[in-house]
Structures are given as structure tokens and as C-alpha cells.
């Protein structure tokens, strides 16, 4: 039967978690053996990012894979994730993104920023702590292209694929925990490049931050390398090569090792199969967990602002903001300012300590003073620019 015809099958059955469940629950092992570890390959029915997030976490939090191995296949809407530790703001063109409709997410890992749609294949490896592979894992993707398509790729020192040996298709990231762990990534099938480039245009680059940075790289398609490359396949095939692969070791265990294994299974992230995923749900799609969980940054301005003389001066504008939200707002201002209102603006800005930080807080403080941005700092001259201002009272 073919993969598709397969998975039709199992859709139909409509396996319940339960079901699920009873094949895993079995006393932890820290050891085990390939041949006494089962594998599924799971595939999530949700293409929202908050749903998805939250049924990897779930099946962190709850399952039990000492002998039973998982690889979840997950797809969402457009989107752009970003790692745990990492600012949206300074990662990704918000602005561009939320008119676009592009969800922006929170995942629970680290690592960098990255835009999803149908087009991207995310895949996530749940082991126990002392089975994390990465090279096990990125080599079943890679084996996989090369057996289906006859496409060569490479995994380099970031854990990244490549293809031609410079364009990216794949990223990592991981949560390495007790007594689970997985390693996620994704890989470029078919992705709208337009979309991706522009929601991740950086488009505040006077952002002071510790946050994690993402590292820009050359990226390509699968399908535009090889125009036989579809989802439906890709999907079959890293399935299949997980599966006839043996758990502990990259050894081809051929057909006779499939059909020992737990197969796909259509799963549907609802309360009903998870229980306690709405919890979840509502935890990833949050602005707390979304923005709130932003290390804190520093925005620097460096702006031009007329004075009752005539002429124009430098003025310098900074804002702190921790968990999101603005905490303080500190300028430069220049003798004899030009605006005979901006001890009124002064005031409206003031009000702005205590809201939730954006784009729009920024130009609104700059429209409000009349001034015009000069330059949009490099870190130095943003550590300059914060040095040089004073508390607005």
C-alpha cells in the first residue's frame, strides 16, 4: 500500500490519543536497545502555530519515549517564530507582519528567527535526554532527499543543511530537558521567499539588546532544485526513512524494520486527544509569552529638531523596556525648542511609561516633539546616544 493510501487509513481509523498512549507507557528504560525501541511518525491535522507549539509541548511535558521514539510532522499558516531568548522587534519586520496576517510566535527553544507557511516542513525529534542525536536526526532528512529525489546535501558545524554547498534549507533548534528532549527544524520545500523576506526585514535596527541574534544566511527551496520535489512526497519520505532506520544507530533496517514499527498516525490537537492543550494554547498565543518575555532593550534615536532660533538642533531619544513594556523614556533636549506645546507633548510622552512597547510608541514620541530621525544607531552610537539624554520628568 502506498504511503498515501497509508495514511488515509489511519485517518480513518481516527486513532485517539489513548490509543496512543497504551503502545508508550512503558517503565523508563536509560538504556534500551534499537531493536526494543518503536518508532511513529506523527502528523499534526492543526496548520495554526499556537496549536502546534502547543501539542509539541505536550507531548514533552507528558509522554513517556524511553521506548517508544516520535517524529512529530507539522505545518502552520504564515508565520514567524522566533527562538526563546530572542526580540521580536529586532528580529522581524512587526509591523509588515501583523498587516500581512503573519502570526508572530514564541517557541520554547532557542536559537534564531524563522517564517513559516505550507511551504515549510517543521520536523520535531522527541527522545529521552540521553538519545539526543542531532547528526542522527538531520541525517535521516538527509538520507531521505538522496534516496527519493538523488539530491545532495550537507550538515554543517551549525547543524544547519545545505544544499550546493552554500544555500540553507534546513535550521536546528532544540529543548534538552529531563527526562525528554527534542531537536526541531525546519526545512524549505516550497516557502513564499517574497513573504519570508519581508517579515524578516529588520526593520529597528536602533535596538540595544543581550537577546539572542539570529545569523542571516542564503536560503533555497527544495523545489526549486528539483521541481519533483512536493510536500505530500517529502512527507512520505523522511516518514518512511525514520522508520526503516533503527532507533540508536544510522542503520538501514530496510522494509522488514517498518513493519515492526508503530507506523504514521493522523493526530488532532484538541482537548479531546490531549487533554490540557487548551492550557497551552492560550499560553503560546498570549502577548505575555509573545512580547512580555522579551529580554530587556534599549531603543536609541538620534533626531533633528527645529529651535525657536531657526536653526536645528540634535536631540537624542532613548527608551528602556523590559517584559514589553516601556519603564522609562529619556532625551537630550535642546535650549529654546521651537514647538511652543512641548512641555504639553512632554507630558503626553510621559504617559507613555507603563504601556505596552511598539513600532508606533517610537515614531508617536518623535511626530510628537516635531523632530526627523537622523540615523538609526549601530550599538556604539546608541550606547553614546543613551549616555548623552536625561530622564523626561
Not at 53 to 79: G, I, M, Q, T
Not at 118 to 136: A, I
Not at 195 to 205: D, F, G, I, Q, T
Not at 318 to 332: A, D, K, N, W
Request: hydrophobic share 35%.
Amino acid at each position: 500500500m502506498s504511503i498515501t493510501g497509508r495514511l488515509m487509513v489511519a485517518a480513518r481509523r481516527g486513532l485517539s490519543l489513548s490509543g496512543v498512549q497504551r503502545t508508550c507507557a512503558r517503565a523508563y528504560s536509560s538504556s534500551g536497545d534499537s531493536d526494543s525501541i518503536k518508532k511513529s511518525v506523527f502528523i499534526s491535522q492543526s496548520t495554526d502555530v499556537f496549536t502546534n507549539l502547543a501539542l509539541e509541548h505536550w507531548l514533552y511535558r507528558n509522554y513517556d519515549f524511553s521506548k517508544h521514539h516520535v517524529l512529530l510532522l507539522w505545518r502552520n499558516n504564515p508565520c514567524v517564530v522566533f527562538g526563546r531568548h530572542q526580540n521580536p522587534w529586532r528580529e522581524c519586520n512587526v509591523p509588515a507582519a501583523e498587516k500581512r496576517d503573519i502570526a508572530l510566535a514564541r517557541r520554547n527553544s532557542g536559537g534564531g528567527t524563522v517564517y513559516h507557511d505550507n511551504g515549510n516542513l517543521n520536523l520535531t525529534f522527541f527522545t529521552p535526554r540521553e538519545r539526543y542525536n542531532r547528526r542522527y536526526n538531520l541525517s535521516i532528512i538527509t538520507n531521505a532527499l538522496f534516496r527519493q529525489w538523488g539530491l545532495k546535501s550537507v550538515i554543517n558545524e551549525r547543524d544547519d543543511i545545505l544544499v550546493n554547498g552554500e544555500c540553507k534549507i534546513s535550521g536546528t533548534a532544540a529543548k534538552l530537558g529531563r527526562p525528554t528532549a527534542y531537536h526541531h527544524c525546519t526545512l524549505l520545500v516550497d516557502v513564499n521567499k517574497a513573504y519570508l523576506s519581508s517579515a524578516l526585514e529588520r526593520k529597528e535596527n536602533d535596538i540595544i539588546t543581550n537577546a539572542t541574534t539570529s545569523v542571516s544566511s542564503s536560503i533555497k527551496n527544495l523545489y526549486d532544485i528539483n521541481r519533483n520535489v512536493r510536500m505530500d512526497k517529502m512527507i512520505s519520505a523522511i516518514g518512511w526513512e525514520y522508520l526503516r532506520t533503527k532507533a540508536l544507530v544510522l542503520e538501514d533496517g530496510r522494509y522488514d524494520l517498518v513493519e515492526q514499527q508503530k507506523g504514521f498516525q493522523f493526530v488532532n490537537p484538541t482537548e479531546d486527544w490531549f487533554p490540557g492543550i487548551d492550557e497551552f494554547v492560550e499560553e503560546f498565543r498570549s502577548w505575555d509569552w509573545n512580547f512580555g518575555k522579551t529580554p530587556k532593550f534599549t531603543v536609541a534615536r538620534t533626531l533633528d529638531v527645529p529651535t525657536q532660533d531657526g536653526k536645528t538642533h540634535r536631540l537624542n531619544l532613548s527608551l528602556e523596556v523590559e517584559g514589553g513594556v516601556v519603564q522609562e523614556i529619556r532625551m537630550s533636549l535642546p535650549i529654546g525648542l521651537a514647538s511652543t506645546n512641548f512641555g504639553q507633548d512632554a507630558s503626553v510622552i510621559s504617559n507613555l511609561r507603563g504601556t505596552r512597547y511598539s513600532h508606533d510608541v517610537t515614531e508617536n514620541i518623535i511626530a510628537a516633539i516635531g523632530g526627523k530621525t537622523v540615523t538609526l544607531h549601530t550599538t556604539q552610537n546608541a550606547d553614546e546616544a543613551v549616555r548623552d539624554t536625561a530622564t523626561l520628568q
